[in-house]
């Protein structure tokens, strides 16, 4: 039920009193209706209006991002219903389309061990996909957001299997000089401030050079809190580990996390800037450069603890996030005769660092007690050569605090050249050549505080002679990751659509690509106890260990799609379309030690890429005048070999792995609406429907949800509804809107274990506007309910948790546009 607050109260009251609601029936029949305003996209690679475009496409263009408050990636896929993410914070989340999703590997290890999106994500003409940690740029001076659901393999190669999202900037204008800035500040429910600001400028140098500059400033106060908590180890929480085997009269040291409790702990920034060039050789030719820089930073974690209360946690050590990228990108462009030619090429390069409390994994790992406790056994000091103070005559198990600190940098370096003909003629060609050298260099540190009071010695001698660091680790780091994955693509790709009528087109689109992946360095564990043993040298080497060498994964493939557009009437386009997509396979850790248990299967050295099969059938078009737009489509996906990750701390030694597990099918609908009803009235709409089915378990390592399951994180039915109303006030112009997201229930995982129900949520914004010339006044109210929506429930870090949205919100912004 609606709280009724004292500020809800006044959007009501200016909904009701505003023309909206005193205008007759006589008058909205009288009233000249305006045509609903299309955009230009480039989803087909040129540009074009998107009701011209024969393939699914969702966008947001600027207006619409700045009308509906859109600044990080999360509260862009609200308005998006066919995209979901399984995610725990900023940067932190893996992005699906269409219900193709499966549960995310922790970002502990998405650089040594998380498979490669299959959502493909694009900032311009470059791919910024990376496993388990989404580029979360901030939307400040964006054209639009395309989002281009199902297989995308023909143009956009690898990962653009669910789809694709792009960001697309701003760039300079040679013809106008303009600038704008907008300000805001709001305040979370029991949480704390936030405020934001952000500006642009283009300024023309002469009729032939213009640059572009953009600055952002952005905080987002918190509203988690973590409260006072003290554990200790427990040997009935964790009965298949050596914990459950110590003697009873063991006792056992409480960790306290009193100097972390903090109130609101989990703030977040973001702050970047993009200069832009523009330079116009002739009327045919012109060249554009753009740098883009950007750090979010984060404190705490996103997601609460049920247990411990409402938005509440219990965290032992420093939850603390960094992530920064730069990107420098160029594009010459230009004609030769009718031929339309590009050449762009980017460098990207991202690091982030991070921090974890990890104190939780006290209540799933296997050998705890090995790393935790003392040893009551005398012969070990004959027998391994250890000091006689880890040897007590009462087991004692000391400080159970453990963290996570991990540093990762991604370097990436992508070329591509394409043609394209002449878009007037009866038969149309683009066809290019694109190049991708990524590179993701992780080191994870595994931090178990009790280890050197336990006799652990530092990590050396370390294994791997490719590693980035050969430097011992400080003690207290009882496990790492030292570990470089590449991937080197080359691919080339076309598409030929040809008129047999004036209406009636097809399209024939193909991709071949060869990749190859390697996964170099190590993985090492602290010497402990047993000195002089097998123990002293506990390294795996991935050039060497478990069936891994010096030779990469090799695969190539060719990609088809087909396409066939029929325009029924000038504002009705038909079209169906077949298309397939792919993301690479790669390396397991553990792959090819054996199991530590016999009756399991032993974990293959590589995993291979899952196959898409997309069919679908879709319409857009423009009614009654033009004053409806109603696009949408339907379409079949069968989705084979999916790779599922796994976490195992009991049977598979290094624990998580991933397989080619599983088969499923996707039936699914999605549809937007939008309808000027009358001259100032604007109704949106967008809904998406998705019966996803688990046909066929492949894999033998991974227990999964029984054949005929729910595929995890997609609700069935998933939909917003959004209206707006623009009115005269005297010398403004005034605006009210009221915005309802719905997703239904949705199960949290894959894996048989760790699956269970996610609730349905509904959350409803609203906000009141006034403008005058450039300036604009505007009040909102995000999550007007106070709805805890349950994104992401998860036990990553070994503790249920709940991933939510942000509590009620009210805010203020200023905006000024020349």
């Known amino acids: 039920m609606l709280n009724r607050t004292p500020v809800s109260q006044a959007v009501i009251l200016a909904l009701l009193s505003s023309p909206a609601f005193a205008q007759t029936d006589e008058e909205t029949t009288e009233a000249k209706l305006k045509e609903v305003e299309t955009i230009t996209i480039t989803a087909t690679k040129r540009r074009q209006n998107i009701q011209a475009t024969p393939v699914a496409v969702q966008a947001m263009s600027e207006s619409d991002l700045r009308d509906q408050n859109i600044g990080n990636f999360d509260d862009f896929v609200r308005y998006m219903p066919n995209v979901s993410l399984g995610g725990r914070g900023p940067g932190q989340s893996d992005v699906f389309i269409r219900g193709m999703a499966i549960q995310p590997i922790s970002v502990m290890l998405s650089g040594a061990q998380g498979t490669m999106p299959n959502v493909a994500l694009y900032l311009d003409e470059q791919p910024v996909t990376a496993p388990g940690r989404n580029l979360d740029v901030y939307a400040a001076d964006l054209e639009r957001i395309e989002v281009l659901p199902g297989p995308q393999g023909t143009l956009f190669g690898a990962s653009s299997q669910a789809g694709t999202i792009r960001y697309i900037t701003n760039k300079p204008r040679l013809d106008a000089f303009t600038a704008g800035f907008s300000g805001s500040v709001e305040h979370t429910e029991n949480g704390e401030m936030s405020n934001a600001m952000e500006g642009f400028l283009n300024l023309p140098l002469t009729e032939n050079l213009a640059v572009r500059a953009t600055l952002y400033n952005v ?26 085997w110590l003697p009873e009269d063991t006792t056992y ?18 702050k970047g800037y993009r200069l832009g060039l523009k330079y116009r050789f002739n009327d045919d030719w012109e060249l554009l450069v753009q740098h883009m820089a950007q750090e979010v930073g984060a404190d705490g974690v996103f997601d609460y603890d049920p247990e ?22 160029w594009t010459l462009e230009g004609r030769l005769g009718t031929l339309e030619m590009i050449y762009t090429g980017a460098f990207l390069d991202r690091e982030v660092e991070q921090s974890i409390d990890y104190t939780g994994y006290n209540n799933a790992g296997a050998f705890i007690a090995y790393y935790t406790c003392t040893y009551d056994n005398p012969d070990y000091i004959i027998n391994y050569g250890i000091s006689p103070d880890v040897i007590t005559d009462v087991r004692e198990c000391k400080d159970p605090t453990k963290g996570f600190k991990g540093f990762q940098e991604h370097t990436r370096m992508t070329h591509e050249f394409r043609v394209t003909t002449d878009i007037n003629q009866p038969w149309r060609v683009t066809a290019g050549v694109f190049y991708d050298d990524y590179e993701i260099e992780t080191q994870d540190d595994f931090l178990y505080l009790a280890t050197p009071e336990l006799g652990f010695a530092p990590n050396a001698p370390i294994s791997g002679a490719n590693n980035i660091n050969n430097s011992t680790r400080p003690p207290g780091v009882a496990f790492f990751n030292d570990i470089t994955r590449t991937e080197e693509q080359i691919a080339l790709f076309g598409e030929l659509s040809v008129d047999f009528t004036e209406r009636l087109t097809a ?32 390294g795996r080497d991935y050039d060497s260990s478990g069936g891994h060498s010096t030779e990469p994964l090799s695969e190539s493939d060719w990609i088809p799609k087909v396409n066939l557009s029929y325009q029924a009437t000038d504002d009705v386009l038909l079209y169906t379309t077949y298309s397939e997509g792919f993301r690479p396979g790669g390396f397991n850790r553990g792959g090819g030690i054996p199991s530590n248990n016999p009756e399991f299967p032993d974990v293959g050295v590589t995993y291979g890429t899952d196959e898409v099969i997309n069919y679908e059938a879709g319409w857009k078009s423009m009614l009654f005048g033009r004053t409806l737009r109603w696009n949408g489509n339907l379409y079949f996906i069968e989705w084979n070999d999916m790779q599922v990750s796994r976490f195992d ?15 499923s099918e996707i039936l699914g609908l999605e549809t937007d609406v939008v309808w000027n009803a009358t001259d100032n009235l604007t109704l949106y709409a967008a809904v998406s429907y998705n019966d996803t089915e688990l046909t066929a378990i492949t894999g033998e390592a991974i227990e999964l949800a029984p054949i005929g399951s729910e595929l995890p994180l997609t609700p069935e039915f998933q939909g917003n509804v959004r209206a707006r109303y623009d009115w005269e006030l005297g010398e403004y112009l005034a605006n009210w809107q009221v915005g309802v997201q719905y997703a239904g229930k949705s199960w949290s995982s894959i894996v048989a274990e760790e699956r269970e129900r996610q609730d349905s949520y509904t959350l409803v914004n609203a906000s009141v506007g006034i403008d005058k010339d450039e ?21 990553q870090d070994d503790t249920r948790r709940i991933s939510t949205n942000r509590p009620r919100t009210f805010g203020m912004a200023l905006s000024y546009y020349y």
């Open 219 to 244: 905080h987002r106060g918190g509203y988690i809190d973590n409260v006072y908590g003290e554990f200790t180890l427990d040997p009935s929480i964790n009965p298949d580990s050596a914990v459950a």
């Open 253 to 270: 040291e409480t960790a306290y996390n009193t100097p972390l409790v903090e109130d609101d702990f989990n703030d977040s920034f973001y």
């Open 308 to 329: 411990v209360g409402d938005l509440q946690v219990q965290r032992y050590f420093p939850d603390k996030l960094r992530d920064a990228f730069g990107q420098t990108s």
């Open 507 to 538: 399209t024939v689109g193909l991709r071949w690509y060869d990749i190859e992946s390697d996964f170099t360095g190590s993985s090492n564990f602290a010497n402990g106890i047993f000195q002089g043993s097998v123990d002293s040298d506990r």
């Open 649 to 663: 701390p009991v049977n598979v030694s290094i624990l998580t792995f991933i397989e080619n597990a599983a088969d």
């Open 775 to 795: 300036w604009g006044l505007k009040f909102y109210i995000d999550n007007l309910t106070d709805e805890r929506a349950e994104l992401f429930i998860n036990n």
